[in-house]
């Protein structure tokens, strides 16, 4: 039986349960490739860093689906839940969680459009009985604005993969699909580039970014590509540190330092 069919039985036995439903799209687009929306799908480590209103715990997983425990702030509240999310095909996730009264299946298919761009389309199913299907239009506006939310900081993410790809860089994959194991191993240099896509002039510029008076604190040079440096000048010693983070391509101009330490943000 195929991903496709099983959504779609999934989806059968629900209505067959008794349970109604009402469905919506929201669809967001940009310059990066459908694997990096898989890569940040399946990045469970990312939300305690990145995401103010999401975090999650992972319980179980395989390689392609994980459960996890989920807090999300909703309004002024922070809802606990269980979630399911497992590939359902090719460039396509399937997420199933059950808040309240209701029950939510959230699927998600990326796809390139053009050579650069690719379009990300959710579907979101709410199923309950028909009396708290009334309120579905309330239940829209709040995953709407929940996703507008996390969007923000996901896209970034996203965005920053398509920039480097646009330098040569690209991505180490092992199959077809990423794991969500292949997403926790952190000390993993993914990154994947050759010498010929280094450019002298670019990277030969400096641009100092802090003074203290008259002299100079901070500055950078380059660009945030693997020959971008951060300096960074205390008590008369300088240490230069790497502006971009070999394991996902993170710019590291704004990272934070502790006692000689980066932190990847």
Request: with cysteine; hydrophobic share 35%; charged share 25%.
């Amino acid at each position: 039986m195929s991903s496709i069919k099983n959504i779609k039985s999934l989806l059968k036995s629900l209505q067959k349960s008794g349970l109604d439903f009402k469905s919506f799209q929201l669809i967001s687009s940009g310059e990066f490739d459908p694997e990096d929306v898989d890569w940040n799908f399946k990045d469970t480590l990312h939300p305690e860093f990145v995401h103010d209103l999401f975090s999650t715990i992972p319980l179980y997983q395989t390689d392609y689906s994980i459960t996890s425990i989920n807090t999300l702030k909703i309004l002024f509240f922070h809802t606990k839940y269980i979630g399911f999310q497992f590939d359902s095909g090719p460039n396509e996730m399937t997420y199933l969680t059950k808040i309240g009264p209701f029950f939510i299946v959230v699927n998600t298919e990326f796809y390139k459009n053009g050579a650069s761009k690719t379009d990300v389309i959710t579907t979101y199913r709410v199923f309950s009985n028909k009396l708290f299907l009334t309120i579905f239009p309330f239940v829209k506006w709040a995953i709407t604005k929940n996703y507008k939310n996390l969007m923000i900081d996901d896209m970034q993410m996203r965005k920053r993969k398509g920039e480097l790809r646009k330098l040569g860089i690209s991505f180490a994959k092992k199959n077809e699909r990423y794991t969500f194991a292949e997403t926790s191993k952190l000390n993993k240099k993914n990154c994947v580039y050759t010498l010929s896509i280094f450019n002298r002039s670019r990277s030969s510029k400096v641009l100092i970014t802090k003074k203290d008076g008259t002299s100079v604190v901070e500055f950078l040079t380059g660009i945030s590509d693997p020959w971008g440096l951060r300096g960074v000048i205390v008590n008369n010693k300088l240490a230069l540190y790497p502006r971009m983070y070999d394991h996902e391509g993170a710019c590291l101009d704004n990272a934070i330092l502790n006692k000689n330490i980066m932190s990847c943000p």
